[in-house]
Each structure stands twice: as C-alpha cells, then as structure tokens.
C-alpha cells in the first residue's frame, strides 16, 4: 500500500473525522468479506456498528461479533505497518 494512503487511513481513524476514506474502507471491507461467509448484516447495519457499536434490526449475535472483529483486524493491520 502506498506510504501515503496508509497515513491517510491512520490519521483519518486517530482524529476520527467524518464520512472519510477509512470509514469507507472499514464498512464496505468488513461488510463485503462477512457477507461472503454468510453474514445477514446489511450494509446499512454494519455502518451502525462501526459508528455506534449498536444497530437496529434483526442479526445474529455471530454476525454482530465478527463485524467488530473485522473493524479491529483492520486497524491491528493500519498498525502493524506490514500493508506492502
């Protein structure tokens, strides 16, 4: 990955900036990924917790957990500095 989109992807999550590119990446990463091992989440719902921790509707207790599990392998990735 290139040097300066990682900063961008760290500095966008440390300062906690709105409707970002990190937000995108996290969402549509963790949505994409769980929805190709079966998750019921919908996209919808996993924006919900990526910015609250909480949703409304119906999921699984699974699905909910592996979405914040996502979120969190993501950024264990933004701060490892192993992206390329």
Avoid at 23 to 42: M, P
Avoid at 45 to 68: H, K, L, M, P, Y
């Amino acid at each position: 990955m290139d040097r300066t989109l990682l900063e961008a992807l760290v500095f966008q999550r440390d300062h906690h900036i709105d409707g970002n590119v990190y937000k995108v990446c996290q969402c549509d990463f963790a949505y994409h990924s769980n929805r190709i091992e079966g998750s019921t989440l919908t996209h919808d719902q996993t924006v919900q917790i990526f910015d609250r921790e909480t949703f409304s509707g119906n999921a699984t207790v699974e699905d909910i957990v592996e979405a914040r599990n996502h979120f969190r392998a993501f950024d264990h990735v933004l701060g490892s500095g192993h992206l390329g």
